[in-house]
T-cell receptor, first 111, second 115 residues
Framework: SQKIEQNSEALNIQEGKTATLTCNYT??????LQWYRQDPGRGPVFLLL?????KEKRKERLKVTFDTTLKQSLFHITASQPADSATYLC??????????FGAGTRLFVKA | NAGVTQTPKFQVLKTGQSMTLQCAQD?????MYWYRQDPGMGLRLIYY???????DKGEVPNGYNVSRLNKREFSLRLESAAPSQTSVYFC??????????????FGDGTRLSIL
């Protein structure tokens, strides 16, 4: 069955450092992959989309890579700030109108 | 621009009771979704509606029914609530005719507890 995995352990980093989150998937070849941010008590909010033919995508301090051979995406936040503390979800388009989501990785940025 | 609005925000039910979760979007999106989110698990798709007038089962449809009332509204009904349905429920909408290259827009969820 299709499976998508994110590091279940929380990531703790110091302000100003780069945070790197990992998303691995199996048994699927998605046309694109998305990253969302979720704050406590709120719904997920879309951040970035990267297509299968793109190696890297950037938006301000955010960078996403997509390696279809390794079946892995990396999500980077450079110059991290305490306001970046949240849970980050990886999502794969699985065809038609469906998307599957990972369980998310919690990020804590300490001042 | 409200986006996706869900009501109620919180609800406590007793086992066997029924209720309907409401969702409305004001972005003129064609597709709408219902997910549940449980600790340590990703969002799991319950039902979706690709367009007005159509609904389809997702990964975990048992115990739920849906109605796509019009283009704006998509409701989720629990006919006989069970403790296993205690969860946070999210509604989302998606623009465009196909799902490629389109993000989903989420509401802020309904926190449902079943005793």
């Amino acid at each position: 069955s299709q499976k998508i995995e994110q590091n279940s352990e929380a990531l703790n980093i110091q302000e100003g450092k780069t945070a790197t989150l990992t998303c691995n998937y199996t048994n699927y070849s998605p046309a694109y992959l998305q990253w969302y941010r979720q704050d406590p008590g709120r719904g997920p909010v879309f951040l970035l989309l990267i297509r299968e033919n793109e190696k890297e995508k950037r938006k301000e301090r955010l960078k996403v890579t997509f390696d279809t051979t390794l079946k892995q995406s990396l999500f980077h936040i450079t110059a991290s700030q305490p306001a970046d503390s949240a849970t980050y979800l990886c999502a794969l388009h699985t065809g038609g109108f469906k998307t599957i989501f990972g369980a998310g990785t919690r990020l804590f940025v300490k001042a | 621009n409200a986006g996706v609005t869900q009501t109620p925000k919180f609800q406590v039910l007793k086992t066997g009771q029924s209720m309907t979760l409401q969702c409305a979007q004001d972005m003129n999106h064609n597709s709408m979704y219902w997910y549940r989110q449980d600790p340590g698990m990703g969002l799991r798709l319950i039902y979706y509606s690709a367009s007005e007038g159509t609904t389809d089962k997702g990964e975990v449809p048992n115990g739920y029914n849906v109605s796509r009332l019009n283009k704006r509204e998509f409701s989720l009904r629990l006919e006989s609530a069970a403790p296993s349905q205690t969860s946070v429920y999210f509604c989302a909408s998606l623009g465009g005719q196909g799902s490629r290259d389109q993000p989903q827009h989420f509401g802020d969820g309904t926190r449902l507890s079943i005793l």
